[in-house]
Each structure stands twice: as structure tokens, then as C-alpha cells.
DNA sequence: CTGAAAGCGCTTACAG
DNA sequence: CTGAAAGCGCTTACAG
């Protein structure tokens, strides 16, 4: 008996298969790959009873060698911490998985230096593909790009050319944030949002400020308010400052997240400000936890949990040679439970 | 030039550069793992020159194949859309990448055959490791554990013999929200909690129960309130219908986790009673979300962030061949911010 | 100081 | 129907 105190790491390979059954190693994988008519009936029975008697799994790392193809996908992303990532993250590994690729998961931390580190990590591990989500502009990141590596960007669209891109369209949802708010007659709408430049936030400022525009409201009535840092939650909370005394705080506001929306609700709180009745709130994301926590938010929903299939269909169609393509999903408004 | 249009999958391997640099791969190895006072400078001059000229980067699989060791670790876990297991895969991942692992990520949706899938995938990937959060039982699983695969429990223990485990002390964590409440002079309190069973929910309330109790106050006095199904934001709010009108609500609940109290709290918001001022709730947990969003809740706080070192300390300890251990990380109560 | 060779586990054309 | 051989990229004892 073989020594198989460690599964998968033990010493059960074809050849172990192969003495066992007394065939060659070719017609053991051969059998193991179900290429099973070319063998005779009682082989493929021999070599089966040998398989479970010593337990063999195939390594991948053979096959992954010998084929070249690892099978294995990295996905790095920003901060896992953000539950708007880690339901990306999930969806994604659920869909990989079915398609039969093994997801590698990096968080960056949204540092360029670190994305670098990972993306070289992972070129090393042979990965077939990378899903960016949320990116930075890094020079590896550059590097990687030009040289046509396989790769979806998720959330923030790449900072270097045309790539392939799973995301909401930004500019239509900070549309449909102003259209809520007008339509409820609020005519100095604020923007709250982060002072660090994405394209997400601009594009959601963008599409919001557009349409105010679009329906008559001089853009000088629209107040902007942004706040410093990384967290969404802090910014919220810092930028909703500038709406100072309690006098002073707008009808309505959007958010270029929820998480923004959270912490401009905080300050609201401890000012005395009653959300939604002195101040209505719109975000963008539609947090499932919105329902069970913020009752006072509407928000525009981004169907993250159905990224993942998106994002295996656009990084297939990439291996087959086609195209960079976009996918933009589509987006609906969740009313607040509350008035 | 060699084609590099796909970097990592191309064919930039040691015979390139040798093949560049005039010089054998055994040397050009020796040099890209430091092996460099055993070469003249001016072959590891020519070397490192060609490296940089055709772009090599060390092959992983190539490695890890002759080395034996993979250098990847997988982590199963539950269902990474609840943000206590996102929390814990980002400190994981981010310790193991420091110790030089590279994380697999398996979201079992909390199934145990899925659960056995993934195992068997996963040992296909010659993984050096597993890292189960809130794992199930399953067929698969008890094999592993009694094969002596190198595991770490994370959150709930092995259902199987001795395992490694890093988590909280659930009864003490009961037990400190028992306290809080009985300081508040609560005297009748409420336990809420999900009807599946599972080791931590079993200890939270046993721990809960057993300090009531010491404290002098007898059984039947403690009201019991269970929901059904997976989610326990949906358990709270089920479960929580058992204290049906207002006026029987009890004055005091702890609740096995923070995702109960939101469900709690929301049934209690439908139904007109103040939290906290009909009646105090405290969770455990201690989601960053809650200065944001349930400032009326107090948390027994579980330094979810600091799993990862833990895990990956019990991991490499199982690898230097010491028998399992047990990390029972700290708590503290967080108190509600508002009254 | 450097290289030829063996071998990690696998697959596949080729020969028989 | 089956097997010997080559080779994927790598490292390392061994020989020179």
C-alpha cells in the first residue's frame, strides 16, 4: 500500500495506476481522459478497480503542464472588505467554476505597487485570464495590456485602451438618480461623492448633473459636496459637512454609492436631520442590507450578483480570439421601504 | 523575438534565455534562484541580460511540479456574500500572500456536496492546504480530516477528531452579552437564534444561557426565539414574530450575530417597539457597519481581520509536522453608540 | 565555474 | 488494442 497520510500531495500517479493494473501509464490516461473505446473492456476494467484501489486523482499541475492550460483564473480586487466586491468576487468563482476553471483571488488593496506584485504573481502561476475589479492605472497594469493578456475589467473600465469591461452604466444610473429626485420636485439637488478621481464617479456625476441640466435647472443650483479619503463610508460622512448647519442641508441628495449614502446618513443623525422627511437620499449600488438597514434609502440597483456569468462569457470569447467587448448591465431604482 | 503577445502563456521559459545568454538552463536556473557566487559575474552579467531582454518569468508550474509544492492554498468557504467570511478571506489572503501562498477561493454556498466537489478539485490542484470557514459535514470532508490533509477550521470546528480551529470563544461571547444584559437588570431575557444547528450557534446560546442562569436567574425565564432557513437576517426577523404584540416583547435580546439583530430589528421597526428603548439588543460580531447603520446595537466584536495571521500560523505549524492547535481569538463588547 | 541528465505527472502522435 | 518515447518548465546531484 502506497503512503497516503497526505491526499494530493502523496505519491499516486498514473505510474502507481499502471503497476497496479500492469498497463503502460499511456493507456491509464487514456482511460482517466474517458478515451474508453480504444480499450478493451476488461482493460478499462482492470485499470478502474486500480484507480479506486490506490485512489488516484490527476494532478493538474501535470496536465496543466503537458497542455498549457492551467485552468486557473485570478480575479484582484480592490478591497474585499467592500461587499459590493465580495459579491463580484463571489458570483465570479461561482461561474468560473462551472465553466471549469479554478479562481486565484488577490486583494490589492487599491494599491498600484501591490496590483503590480499580483499581476506578475500570477503571470508566474500561469493564470489564463485576469478579472480586474475596480483597477488602478499601474505600470504593469500598462504592460499587461499592451501585450494583449486576456483580461476583463469589472466595475472601473481600464485606464489603457479598449479592453473588455463588465460594469453598469454609470451615466445612465446617475441619470435615473436625478429623475427620482426631480420628480419629487427637489430642485437644489446636492452630489455627494468621493474627491478621488475614478471613472466611475465621474461618469455617475456626469450622467446626474446632465440630466438636472437636461430638465432645466441651472447647473449652479446643483451642490457638490465630496470628501477626502478611500472609505466610502467616510467620505460620506466628511463631505455631508459641508452641509453644516441643519438649515442648510439640501432636500435632496445622491450619492455615487450607497456606501456614501450610509455615511451622510450618519452625519444626518447626529445633526438631527430626519432622512428621508428633510432630506431624500439616493445612492447607487441597492445593497441588499438597504432593506434590512437603511430603510430611509432609495437606491439605483446594479445587479452585481450577475457579473460573474458576464465576465466568463466576455474572458471565453477573448480566448476564442474574438474581440474586446463591453457588457453594460442594466440597472432598476429600489425605492426607500420609508417615508 | 519570441511571440509574447500573451505574456505567461507564452514561451519564454529557461531554454530562451539560456539559449540568449549562450550558457545551459541548468546555469540560467541557478542564477534566477540566487544560486549567484557559484557563477562568474560575468555569466550572471549575460544572464540577467537576456532575462531582461526576452521578458522571463519562472514558470510556476514547471516548479512546482519537480519541487513539490504548489504553493496554493484553498480556502472553502461557506458563502462569501455574508461580509463576517468576506472579512475573513481578505485577512487570509492577505497573510498567506505575505508567507508566499497563493489563495484559492471555493464558495460552497454552504453545501456539503458542493463542499465534497471542491475538496476533490481542489486536491487536483495539489493545494498544500485547506482552509474550511464554516464548513459542513460531508462524506469528502471526513476523509480528508482522517487522511491528515493539512486543514485549518475557521468559525466552526471539525466535525471529524481534533482539527486545527481559529475562532472565538463562543461561549465566553455568550456569556459576555449575558453579562451586559443582566447589568442592565434585565431579568427576563431573549435568545434569538437560527433552528439549524451548528456548533457555534449551540456554544453562543449555551454560553448565553449558563451565565443567565449563574447569575441567579432560573431557566424558564430565559425566552427562546428560533427561525428558520440560512439567512440570518431572514432568521432574526422570523424568528422574532414569536414575541408577536408589542407589549410582549422582552425587554432585553441577545442575538447569535449581527445579521439576527437586523432581522430583529426590522420586524421591531415594523411593529412600532424602540430599539433600544423597549428593548436592548446585542449581537455578536461586531460588524464596522454597525457605527454606520445600527448605532443601537451593542456587539460582542470578533476581530475578524486578524484571522488571517491566526490561520496561516496553525497552517504552517501543521506543515512543520506539530499536531493541531486551537486559536481562540479575543472579544470585547461594543457597545450601542446611541441610547 | 558549468553542463548533461534524470525526473516531477501528464498527454499524444506514432508505431506495432 | 497497447506501449515507448518525447516533451511541457523546472531543479539538483553529479561529473568534469
New binding site residues.
Partial sequence: MTDESRPGVG?V???TVAAQA??????V??I??GET????A??VERVRQAIKAVGYH??Q???A????ESRLVAMLAANLDNPVMATIAASTEAALRQAGYVMILCDTHDRPDLQDDYLNAMRSQVVQGYVMVASQPSPGLRDFVERGAPMVFVSRRSPFGECSFVGPDNIAAGSAAADYLLDRSIEEPAVVYPSRESSTTRERVKGFCDRVIARGIPADRIRRADGPGISHLEIGYAAAQHFSAPHAWPRGAMCISDQVAYGVHRLARESGVQIPHDCEIVGIDGSPLNAWLAPWLTSVEIPHPEFGPSIVELLVSLWGGEPPREHLMPHRLAAALER
Fill in positions: 505519491p500517479s498514473l505510474a500492469g498497463v503502460s501509464i499511456a493507456t490516461s487514456r482517466v481522459n473505446r480504444r480499450a478493451s476488461e482493460t490527476p494532478n499541475l501535470g496536465r503542464l503537458r497542455n498549457r
